[in-house]
Structure formats: structure tokens, C-alpha cells
């Protein structure tokens, strides 16, 4: 409660800075933002429904893992380069860049035999969600009579954390050419989101106010239970579909939050400031997920093409209780989208020295209604993956995509650049 009015009262003084200090409505850095699993899988775009054949089917497909045939430990990294440009009202372009190397996968399949096909069990994890990014204005706040009017705006919002899954999943043969599986995911992570705004009165326009200062930081942490299931279909020998229902998820969200703003009389006297902090707990009720993938393996399973589609109505999200009073009960409704995520790709192995060449293409359309979109989430994919010895497998995979956006007279421009290692040993 005590947040909910700091909050409302920082919105109506803040009201000039628009979308970057308070936004008309927040985006919520838990819905989307798929960040992808496995170097072999992010090489072909992420289309892996319908081939699900490494530890990483516990997350995009469990149905696959009963085609692993030998005991694998898998484990994967990821580095992440975000380059953000802005454009804030009619100043230039500010131009921002954040890194970070984190763990991608790490699990273990063991399969299991049976009198028909086979099965198999696995446990690890994968992290799905990267919110390693930062966004930075500088210009001349907009002459609308607001606190920000006339003065130098200097803003920075940096963002880190990410959420993954701790699954234990299943796979089995229904019969000789139809596998079905399921996985008990662990939900966990979490995000810290630190705005640091200074204005600066430099055409001297204002009596007793030489600058201002604004620090906001909010960290969260992330848990929830769900869990998917996944079929796999061998329609022909050359040709499989995957089909795979991921569950409705309930991520509970632990919130600490911190509010400081101090004012100067001039450039050397302090004059009022005001600090706040606390704590609240709030649910984020996700949707259920649908997707559908097919595979296509010809030249003897030389060259394969992959396609994937994934379906999410994120209108069907909610808040249980709201996180401030100000969020209307309809908040998913009004401000979020259905999206559907595209994931193609083409893998061709040289038999001649057991190396995989990958490409692949992979669209996370943006869920926001409220901002306009000046092109959706794309990437372009390039792998490549070698097998030493029937045991030892490496893989190498980068991402490159952008996208731009812009609400309320700021535009934002990202790019950014992912990099997957992976290493897996069957024995």
C-alpha cells in the first residue's frame, strides 16, 4: 500500500520524463522474452519440436528424450550482448551496451530399456530468460509545464537477472513410431531493475532548484511450479511431428523495493530529500502454451529442415493480488497481445568428417498493444556442431536480431548478440 501512493506521487511530479521514469503501464519483464536453450537447437532458430533429440528436450519437447539411447551429461553456456539505442523527444540518440556470460543448460539423460522401443529419464536445467539489458536518455525535457520542463535529463535503467526451469521429465514409447513424455518444472530466478534519473537545471530557468535527483531499484525473486507434456510422431521414417502442451504457471514474486530523491537549492546546498522502502508479494499467473513442430530428414537424414510454432495468449495472464493500485483488473487484457513465435531451420552433416552446419531463423513476436512496433523480434541463427570418437559432441551457435520500439516519445533500438556453447558426452 505504502508503495502503491510513493508510486502514484512519483508519477504525477515525474509526469514530463513519460515512459522512463513512470510508463503509463509497466512492461513485465517475466512475460516473454525468450532467451533459448542448446547450441545445436539455437543454430537451427530453436526449431526443435519436432527433433528433440538431446538433454535439451526436457525443455522443448520431453516426448524426445526416450530417443537418446546412451547415458548423456550435457552442459551448456551462454554469452549475451545487448546494445540499446534511444531516442528520447527531439534530442540525439544515446547508445548503451550491456554482457554477460551465464549458464545455459546442465542435466543428464539415462535411458531405460524396454521390451518395445525404449524410455528414458532426465534432470537438470535450463535457463529460458535473460534480462541482462540497459537503456540510457540525455536531452532537454519536453515544455509541457511539468517538473522536467527546460531541465537536462540524465537517465539510466539497468536491468540483470533471468529466470530457469529445474525439471525432472519422462519419456516412453507408446508404440514403434509414437513417443510421449512429460517434464515437473521448477520455476526460479530473479531481476533487478535500477533507475537512476539526475535533471539539472543548466539555463538557469528555475528559482531554487539548481538539480534533482531520482534512485529507484526493485528486486525481485521468482518461483513457481508447472510442468508440460509432448508428443513425438514418426509419421514416416523421414518425416516427425512434435506437438507439446506447457501448463499455467504460477510465479510467485518476493518484491524489495527502494525509493531516494533529493533536491538542490543550488550547486552546492542539499535541499529536501525523501526515502522509502519495502517489501510485498504479488502471484503472476502465466497462460498455458501450445506448439507444434515438423521435421524433414533427406539425403539419408543428411540434411534436415525444421519448423516450429508456438502459440501464447498472454491477455489470459493475471495478478493475484495486484502489485499497485493503480494496475487496472484488466491490465493483460487491455495492454498485452496473443503471440505466436516462428523457429525454422536447416542442419546438413558432411559425413566426411562428422561436422554439422547449421542456419535457422526465429521471431519472438513483442506482446505489448500500447507501444508501436517498428519491427517484431527477430534473429538470424548460424551453427556448427562435430561428434569426436560416437561420444564426445560440441556445438557452437550465434544469434544476432533487433528490434525497435517506441511509447510516449521515447524510441528504443536493441540489438543484440548471443552466443551458445554446448558439450555432451554419451556413454
Known amino acids: 500500500m505504502i508503495r502503491a501512493i510513493i508510486g502514484v506521487f512519483v508519477c504525477l511530479l515525474f509526469t514530463g520524463l513519460l515512459a522512463v521514469v513512470c510508463p503509463a503501464q509497466e512492461e513485465e ?3 516473454g522474452n525468450t532467451f533459448g536453450v542448446g547450441a545445436r537447437s539455437m ?15 526436457l525443455y522443448w519437447n520431453p516426448a524426445g528424450l526416450a530417443q537418446i539411447q546412451k547415458f548423456e551429461m550435457f552442459t551448456s553456456l551462454s554469452h549475451n550482448t545487448a546494445t540499446t539505442d534511444s531516442y528520447f523527444t527531439d534530442d540525439e540518440t544515446i547508445g548503451t551496451s550491456r554482457s554477460q556470460l551465464r549458464p545455459n543448460s546442465l542435466g543428464i539423460v539415462y535411458p531405460l530399456y524396454t521390451r518395445q522401443g525404449g524410455a528414458a529419464v532426465a534432470f537438470g536445467y535450463n535457463r529460458v530468460q535473460n534480462f541482462d539489458f540497459q537503456t540510457k536518455i540525455q536531452g532537454i525535457g519536453s515544455d509541457s509545464g511539468d517538473v522536467f520542463s527546460g531541465l537536462y535529463v540524465n537517465e539510466t535503467n539497468r536491468n540483470s537477472g533471468g529466470i530457469g526451469i529445474w525439471s525432472f521429465g519422462a519419456s516412453v514409447y507408446l508404440s514403434k513410431n509414437i513417443l510421449i513424455g512429460g517434464s515437473v518444472d521448477y520455476w526460479n530466478g530473479d531481476s533487478l531493475k535500477e533507475l537512476d534519473t539526475t535533471a539539472t537545471d543548466t539555463g538557469n530557468i528555475r528559482e531554487n532548484l539548481a538539480r534533482f535527483s531520482y534512485d529507484d531499484e526493485i528486486d525481485r525473486v521468482y518461483s513457481g511450479i508447472s510442468g508440460r507434456v509432448g508428443i513425438l ?36 546546498n542539499e535541499g529536501e530529500s525523501n526515502a522509502a522502502d519495502g517489501s510485498f508479494a504479488f502471484d503472476i499467473e502465466k497462460p498455458f502454451e501450445i506448439g507444434a513442430g515438423l521435421a524433414v530428414k533427406l539425403l539419408n537424414k543428411q540434411l534436415v529442415f525444421a519448423g516450429d510454432i508456438q502459440l501464447t495468449d498472454w491477455q489470459q495472464t493475471r495478478y493475484d493480488p495486484k502489485p499497485a493500485e493503480d494496475i487496472p483488473d484488466d491490465f493483460f487484457e487491455e495492454f498485452y497481445a496473443t503471440t505466436i513465435q516462428i523457429r525454422v531451420g536447416a542442419e546438413y552433416r558432411i559425413p566426411e568428417i562428422d561436422t554439422y552446419l547449421r542456419v535457422g531463423y526465429f521471431r519472438d513476436t513483442i506482446p505489448f498493444t500500447d507501444t508501436d512496433i517498428e519491427n517484431e523480434r527477430d534473429f538470424l541463427t548460424f551453427g556448427v556442431g562435430k561428434i569426436f570418437e560416437d561420444s564426445i559432441k560440441f556445438d557452437l551457435a550465434y544469434m544476432w536480431g533487433n528490434w525497435q520500439q517506441s511509447r510516449n516519445k521515447l524510441t528504443t533500438k536493441r540489438n543484440t548478440h548471443r552466443v551458445f556453447v554446448s558439450g555432451a558426452y554419451r556413454f
Open 29 to 31: 519483464v517475466a512475460i
Open 43 to 57: 543454430g537451427m532458430g530453436g526449431a526443435s519440436l519436432g527433433l528433440a533429440d538431446d538433454f535439451t528436450a
Open 233 to 268: 510422431a514418426n509419421i514416416v521414417e523421414e518425416v516427425s511431428l512434435g506437438v507439446t502442451f506447457v501448463a499455467p504457471t504460477e510465479l510467485t514474486v518476493d518484491e524489495f523495493w527502494r525509493q531516494y530523491e533529493i533536491r538542490y537549492n543550488d550547486d552546492n
